[in-house]
């Protein structure tokens, strides 16, 4: 019952997310990473997809971090210090990640920001905040700090620690901003199971509570994701499919992203900032300042989260009020904004807001007559124009707007970590993203005439599926070369974008040992040098190995395998009585078992062209051997010769340098990762040192107030009181000038010698209190046990169930403690309230536990007592009765014959066995009711019969296991 009650619970909260067991072992976390906030969610037993609320009890948190001297705060009081102190609190970190900080990017950060000191970093050629005392922070340590409290967050929401996570990004950020994301997660020690796009969390989140409605026909949904600072168009097919990955065909949901469409620039930002700057003409034409407004950051960061403020607000008004008090120079500023003054503002930009749906319309190859709805997602679908430009763009009536704008993403990343993590069982829920941009190979080539023309390969396309793994061949490279990576046709993206998204080259790969390679292969054929590249699922390219490759003929093979190094072993070995053959015919063996397991990898064509050759290997084989046989007249074994071409491959060295982000130094790594954990040990310590300190002023200011109560001078003497008086008035004011800056160390030894001074109160305090509790509830439970006495009277079987010896033990454990308990009670009433109490709470409560004992053992006993059975009636021998009416022999007895009524068999099953009696209530054969907890409670009590001291007597006895 209470398995089918969990699991109810379950399937309300996600009808999707089962568990393989009750364990406190795994838990698994999200983090929705957008430009202004983080949505965390997490999964653990018990706590299936669930937001984490941060310490102000919010289901999002600020992103935001503030450092001011040797203070640390992130959410919400760093978004305080951020409107007082700008410059020591960082915000927006996402739209510089992964940037060069002559990008067009940077460039409007530091032009929206200006009160930030950016530096370049020398060696990666990135940013860097410059903070106080000369301290530089890059971007990816102050995001790995972020990172590291959204774990803290979801590590006391959850009281369960936390490693495994997965991130959300944007669904346009490149391979630099990805690999960004990466080592800010791995400088806090994350285990990042997967980067996922936002636009597919979304569409996740949003299908698995929908996945009953889909069916083999696709139906097709549009995202409409405008956030703080980009949108997001994607449309996605649902269906069901079958697959065949568990051992058995299931039906299961999918997801398929067709198309994407995005602006990073388009978002509430912009309109924020643009409404801020009409804030400051207004303050200008009202006020004559000596300096100007917009060189005062304190004042610029007020007006900008004004205006966040009244642009919320104008999404549900026409018109309303912007104020804000002592804005610069002491002048308080107000100033009344309508929407349609807004609109004008923001012209420009709601004239783009229909170009991310045509490009991912142009991306799917789709009209909008294919697509049954559109979502709405993002703070900022809620202005007005910008639902009415949706309505006449799409042709559609009505726009959706049935999914949390602010948790979707977050609930679909922990839905994918729960399904990547080991010790979760999830629905399964296919899920089929692409590429964003395509990836092309430049390399060099020389011609005929000697010429070197440069060649240019397709990789991985734009909208190609992830994740995937591709082989690129490079033919006639006999020497050592080099190419490049880079991002291929862009023409889908306009010049703007393009420029805003930094994307060019991603890297440049040396290759080392080509020349080497054929050298030692000359007498074989070259197949190629080829790359192995994997584009994982968070969209990260990698190169992973490359190998020269080399086609051998049989008789090379052959010559090969009698090498210096085998012919030696053969000499060495037959001093040992070892055949040369042998020895060569596993290496042999070796060395093509692995070629055909490399040539599996390759491709399919080979795969299939092996299958084929398989059933003629052994005639081959047995030919070969015949041949052999009569070249050489030994009785040796026969070494078997190849029958086709083998691929042998050779491993090259790269080397692998990054343009588009270079990849931070193992020194730098480690600096970096030092650097943030001395910061942690001193928020902990400071932490820990403020909540000693709270406890120690808790502690005096409760103990001060308690000594002036009425009952508390009851169990004190007068100098008891002011002697502690004088001692906690002490302490008291060594907190006030020398404890501030005192360690926990300092703070906990204050705290244990004030417990220490007043234990002896405290424990006459505690024991005046729990004394009377106590007394009662040993009173009530000898009042059960006359109660239970009276009722045994009225059971009919209570002298077979109980024997006079378990009365007699009863009667003497109640009248012993009724006894102890009136003359300890009697004693305590004489004695003083300020002295040690002779009756204590604890000797109480054991007197209480052995009267509750003995007496549950015998209303047990009672419980699974079962009767003696009754001797059987003799039913086989009955008086015959004469139909006739003369007069019954007595003399003589015949058997009974049934009455042919069609149960014939069944009656003289009866007349054999005798009159079945009705199983008594109680007994074994009695049908059991489970209840809710019926189950527990009886095997505690079955555990408590074995586990209590019983009086020893024959009667004493153990319940039958079986019942």
Not at 508 to 515: I, P
Not at 562 to 591: I, N, R
């Amino acid at each position: 019952m209470l398995k089918l009650k969990t699991m109810s619970m379950f399937s309300l909260l996600s009808i999707f997310l089962l568990y393989l067991q009750e364990t406190d072992s795994i838990a698994v976390m999200s983090v929705d990473i957008g430009s202004e906030w983080l949505k965390i969610a997490i999964v653990k037993p018990g706590v299936p997809m669930e937001i984490a609320l941060n310490k102000e009890s919010r289901r999002k948190t600020p992103l935001v971090l503030s450092m001011k001297e040797k203070e640390r705060n992130f959410g919400d009081p760093a978004l305080g210090i951020a409107i007082k102190h700008p410059k020591n609190a960082y915000i927006y970190l996402t739209h510089i990640l992964g940037k060069k900080y002559d990008s067009e990017a940077v460039q409007l950060y530091k032009k929206r920001f200006p009160f930030y000191n950016l530096v370049k970093d020398k060696e990666r050629g990135t940013v860097l905040f410059e903070a106080e005392n000369n301290h530089k922070y890059s971007v990816e340590e102050l995001l790995a700090m972020v990172l590291n409290n959204t774990r803290h967050i979801a590590e006391n929401f959850a009281d369960h620690p936390m490693k495994d996570s997965v991130l959300t990004v944007p669904v346009y950020f490149n391979q630099a901003e990805r690999k960004a994301v990466l080592d800010a997660a791995n400088m806090t020690g994350l285990n990042i199971l997967q980067l996922i796009n936002d636009n597919t969390a979304v569409a996740l989140n949003y299908g698995i509570f929908r996945a009953s409605s889909f069916n083999s026909t696709m139906k097709h949904i549009m995202f409409f994701d405008m956030g703080s600072s980009h949108t997001t168009v994607t449309i996605v097919g649902y269906s069901t499919t079958k697959v065949k990955d568990r051992g058995y065909v299931e039906t299961v949901p999918q997801l398929v992203v067709k198309g994407v469409g995005f602006d990073p620039a388009l978002g509430g930002l912009e309109m924020d900032m643009r409404l801020r700057d009409h804030l400051v003409k207004a303050f200008k034409a009202k006020h004559k300042c000596k300096n100007d407004i917009t060189k005062n950051p304190r004042a610029m960061a007020k007006l900008l989260k004004e205006a966040r403020r009244v642009r919320q607000v104008l999404s549900a008004n026409t018109d309303h009020r912007a104020q804000v008090e002592n804005l610069f120079e002491e002048h308080d500023f107000a100033v009344h904004v309508t929407r349609a003054e807004l609109e004008e503002m923001c012209k420009d930009l709601f004239e783009h807001v229909d170009k991310p749906i045509k490009m991912a319309l142009n991306a799917a190859a789709m009209t909008m007559n294919d697509i049954e709805s559109v979502i709405l997602m993002g703070g900022a679908t809620r202005i007005p124009k910008v639902q009415d430009i949706l309505i006449k763009t799409t042709g559609k009536k009505e726009l959706g707007k049935n999914i949390n704008t602010d948790e979707a993403a977050a609930l679909g990343a922990v839905y994918k970590a729960a399904d990547l993590t080991a010790g979760f069982k999830v629905k399964r829920f296919i899920v089929k993203d692409l590429n964003m941009y395509p990836i092309d190979v430049e390399f060099d080539r020389a011609g005929n005439d000697e010429s070197v023309r440069r060649i240019t390969r397709n990789l991985y396309h734009r909208l190609n599926p992830l994740p995937q793994k591709k082989i690129m061949t490079f033919n006639k490279k006999p020497k050592d070369f080099d190419f490049h990576v880079k991002y291929g046709d862009l023409t889908f993206l306009s010049n703007e974008l393009v420029s805003h998204l930094t994307l060019g080259g991603l890297c440049n790969v040396k290759l080392s040992g080509v020349e080497t390679a054929h050298e030692k292969n000359v007498k074989a054929t070259p197949k190629g040098v080829k790359a192995f590249f994997n584009l994982d699922e968070s969209g990260i390219l990698r190169l992973e190995k490359v190998e020269a490759h080399f086609e051998k003929s049989p008789e090379l093979v052959e010559e090969e395998s009698q090498s210096t190094f085998s012919k030696l072993g053969s000499k060495l070995s037959s001093f040992f009585g070892s055949s040369k053959s042998e020895d060569e015919t596993v290496e042999t063996a070796k060395e093509t078992s692995s070629d055909e397991k490399a040539e599996k990898k390759d491709t399919k064509e080979e795969e299939s062209k092996k299958t084929e050759e398989k059933p003629t290997e052994k005639p081959k084989e047995s030919n070969v051997t015949k041949v052999a046989a009569n070249e050489t007249a030994s009785n040796k074994t026969e070494e078997t010769k190849p029958t086709k071409p083998v691929v042998a491959k050779e491993e090259l060295t790269f080397a692998h340098v990054s343009i588009d982000l270079p990849r931070l130094k193992k020194e730098s790594f480690d600096a970096s990762v030092k650097r943030l954990n001395e910061l942690e040990a001193r928020d902990q310590a400071k932490f820990a040192t403020e909540k000693a300190r709270n406890s120690l002023e808790s502690y005096i200011f409760e103990f001060k107030n308690m000594l002036d109560e009425d009952s508390f001078q009851e169990i004190s003497t007068k100098e008891e009181r002011t002697k502690l008086q004088e001692t906690f008035s002490a302490a008291s004011d060594w907190l006030d000038e020398e404890g501030f800056d005192a360690d926990e160390t300092v703070l906990v030894k204050k705290l244990k010698n004030l417990k220490e001074a007043a234990q002896d109160i405290q424990f006459r305090k505690d024991e005046s209190v729990e004394r009377p509790k106590a007394i009662a509830s040993l009173l009530q439970s000898l009042n059960l046990t006359s109660v239970f006495f009276d009722s045994i009277k009225s059971i009919p079987d209570s002298k077979e169930i109980y024997s006079e010896k378990d009365i007699k033990d009863m009667e003497k454990i109640t009248s012993e403690a009724r006894e102890w308990l009136m003359t300890t009670w009697k004693k305590q009433n004489e004695t003083s309230l300020a002295v040690k109490p002779v009756l204590l709470s604890k000797d109480i409560l054991y007197q209480q536990g052995k009267v509750d004992r003995e007496m549950m053992y015998l209303i047990n006993k009672a419980k699974y007592y079962v009767p003696k059975p009754k001797p059987k009636a003799n039913s086989t021998t009955l008086n015959a009765t004469q139909t006739n009416g003369t007069k019954s022999e007595t003399n003589k007895t015949e058997t009974a014959e049934p009455v042919k009524d069609g149960n014939t068999t069944k009656d003289k099953k009866a007349n054999k066995e005798g009159p079945k009696e009705k199983p008594a209530k109680g007994s074994g054969e009695e049908k059991l009711e489970i209840r809710e907890g019926s189950g527990n409670q009886r095997r505690d009590e079955k555990e408590q019969l074995k586990t209590d001291k019983k009086p020893t007597g024959e009667d004493h006895h153990e319940p039958d296991d079986e019942l």
